[in-house]
């Protein structure tokens, strides 16, 4: 009984943690930044990131890889431990679905996630990223930065507005937060919610069924020295079967464990009896134990297949846009060859390693850093760009290259943002007001004002003050943009930003 709270203490030890170091995960002037380290940790973001691209920084996938290695040798330990979406599953199940405990199923095996990662595993293989929509670590990251983190600030607001009077009399001086949303958050949201609700129809249903992490794990620690073991004084009761909440544990057999799917939780060793069973070292697979996947042959060629098959279309350019206008990337999509020179990181190099975690878009000071939608194509769905009119590129910030857990976004100075061309900014002289002529001109110089680069110089030219662009100068960091008076939702800024026609 102590093991389950023990378990119990390091699940929430391992949510608290993945959400304060989310938290952390923002600009603080001269701060220091945690790492990444669920994602990675996240042995398929690994593995699709090494086949979808090859090799990278060593600190990127060593401790996939050194959680991969302990896998094999102790078994699945990590659904049932650390997996922070593993325990929120669990936290719903018993706020939500305890009640239907006796009336859902309990020896559910589908293997449908092992055909998930092998279609995931060859569309990496031919550079095409598909993992980031199922995985659980990417998936509940994206959750918590684009809709948790928001609802969370919509919250506090509240709480401040209606709580003042209260909190005066305390001495608490509160006030509201500015509160920024994320293109496609409702969908994100929908998207976790059916997860969690997968419940209703039996424990971690969204484990057993579709998650590709889970089936990795679950075929490299097969044979895993740490597993379940029933002795002689079983009486086949029926109750480890039923406490399962993987369902690996026949009703008929309660000796037999379907050890793949094992998470070792130990809700199994809290039998009435005790001494019957017990989880711990054992180097046979023995005493009932099954190593086997059971997935059907013939559907697992099937997924390679299709994996394959969309893999070489995504190859071949199906719905994917590299020079739309607006698909401005993050300083951080670049790359430094040996020789020092910079140039552009190629789309290709960055949807090989982007896994759509949404941490620098959390993480970005202003909010520019925006879902993609329709700028990079279906492939490129949910890849960070920067819509200037929402945000723009802070010049003293370089957060979303310190968060980014697969090195799509590179480590760089601030230093060097001056040599970054994320795009072009060009003035618009029909719709600028300065450009009118006679009672419709007007004097405004807000994007000379704020321009951090003096790219945008005022000059004279026909007796009026008026703006101009020094391409040489101007890094495309979308603040021009974001300032401009001119402009509303329907209709563009007078100077708007590009990206450039070189890249």
Not at 403 to 426: F, S, W, Y
């Amino acid at each position: 009984m102590h093991v389950r709270w023990t378990r119990r203490i390091v699940q929430l030890s391992a949510l608290l943690a993945f959400g304060w170091l989310l938290h952390q995960s923002r600009w603080v002037p001269d701060g220091q930044i945690p790492s990444p380290v669920f994602l990675r940790t996240d042995p398929l973001v690994v593995l699709t990131t090494l086949l979808a691209h090859g090799p990278i920084v060593l600190t990127y996938v060593l401790p996939g890889l050194v959680l991969l290695a302990l896998t094999v040798v102790f078994g699945r330990f990590f659904c049932g431990w650390i997996c922070p979406l593993g325990t929120c599953i669990d936290i719903s199940d018993t706020l939500f679905f305890r009640h239907r405990g006796g009336q859902r199923p309990r020896y559910v095996r589908p293997p449908w996630k092992y055909y998930v990662l092998a279609a995931v595993l060859v569309a990496a293989l031919f550079g095409t990223q598909i993992a980031w929509l199922l995985d659980p670590i990417p998936l509940l990251t994206r959750t918590s930065a684009t809709v948790v983190y928001p609802l969370s600030l919509g919250a506090y607001n509240l709480l401040v507005i209606h709580a003042e009077p209260i909190l005066r009399r305390l001495d608490l001086y509160l006030y509201p937060v500015v509160v920024r949303h994320f293109h496609l958050e409702v969908a994100v949201g929908l998207m976790f919610l059916a997860v969690l609700g997968m419940s209703f129809f039996a424990r971690r249903m969204w484990c057993r069924t579709f998650c590709p992490l889970g089936a990795l794990l679950a075929f490299v620690g097969r044979f895993g020295l740490w597993k379940r073991r029933v002795s002689e004084q079983c009486t086949s009761c029926g109750f480890c079967a039923t406490a399962c909440k993987m369902g690996v544990i026949s009703a008929d057999d309660c000796a037999k464990t379907h050890t793949p799917e094992c998470i070792l939780c130990y809700d199994c060793v809290a039998c009435p009896r005790p001494g019957t069973m017990g989880i711990g070292l054992h180097a046979a697979m023995s005493g009932g134990a099954d190593g086997a996947t059971h997935a059907s042959r013939r559907a697992f060629m099937a997924a390679l297949g299709v994996g394959a098959t969309y893999g070489v279309a995504v190859r071949l350019g199906l719905h994917r846009l590299e020079v739309h206008p607006k698909l401005i990337r993050p300083p951080g999509a670049i790359i430094r060859p040996p020789s020092g020179l910079l140039r552009r990181m190629s789309e290709q190099e960055f949807r090989d390693l982007c896994v759509r975690c949404g941490n620098c878009m959390r993480a970005c000071p202003t909010g520019g850093l925006q879902p993609a939608l329709g700028q990079a194509g279906w492939d490129g769905v949910f890849t960070p760009v920067l819509i200037p009119q929402i945000g723009f590129c802070e010049q003293e910030c370089n957060v979303c290259s310190r968060v980014c857990p697969t090195g799509a976004l590179r480590l760089h100075t601030i230093e060097e943002k001056n040599d970054i061309k994320l795009g072009l900014a060009t003035i618009n002289p029909d719709t600028c007001l300065p450009w009118q002529r006679g009672e419709e001109y007007r004097l405004c110089l807000v994007c000379v004002e704020h321009c951090p680069y003096q790219a945008v110089v005022a000059e004279m030219h026909e007796g009026q003050l008026r703006p101009f662009m020094r391409l040489d100068k101007c890094v495309g960091c979308g603040q021009c943009e974001h300032v401009c008076p001119v402009g509303n939702q329907e209709s563009a800024p007078a100077i708007t930003v590009s990206r450039r026609p070189s890249t």
